[in-house]
């Protein structure tokens, strides 16, 4: 991915700006395994025995109607699943279709300087959730 670099800093890894980005420019795509929003709450049940082994790397979205996930568990050397919260994020998400399939892509919501930390805004609302995740909060 050409502008980003992950890197380990105060939050764990975390993806980093490594030159300017323009508002609404594209910087990386949310990649992992498209899967139906059924498959995705299975394997949500099973990562969550095990937190320290699976961490929490999907993404849920509604497309033509259907609600599916992307599923960015895998470590794939993607950098997408590696951006931490914000609910200030300098980047948003997109669902782009590419041949009727979803894609989902992170851009710019604002311009970035270089060496700039990149995080969005999760979208969790859930109290449970929150609770047993504070930096959710911030």
């Keep these: 991915s050409s502008g980003i670099n992950a890197e380990y800093g105060g939050k764990g890894r975390g993806v ?26 299975k394997r949500e049940a099973e990562y969550v025995k095990e937190p320290e082994k699976y961490g929490c790397y999907m993404y849920y979205f509604v497309f033509k109607n259907k609600k599916y996930c992307v599923d960015g568990t895998a470590e794939d050397g993607s950098y997408g699943r590696l951006l931490n919260h914000s609910k200030n994020g300098n980047v948003e998400s997109k669902l782009v279709n590419v041949n009727s399939k979803p894609v989902l892509v992170l851009v710019a919501k604002q311009d970035i300087q270089p060496q700039t930390e990149l995080c969005y805004d999760y979208g969790e609302r859930s109290k449970e959730i929150i609770d047993s995740h504070p930096w959710l909060n911030q």
Excluded: C, D, N, P
């Design 16 to 41: 980093f700006s490594t030159r300017h980005f323009e508002r609404k420019e594209f910087i990386v795509e949310y990649s992992g395994t498209l899967i139906s929003y059924e498959e995705a709450k």
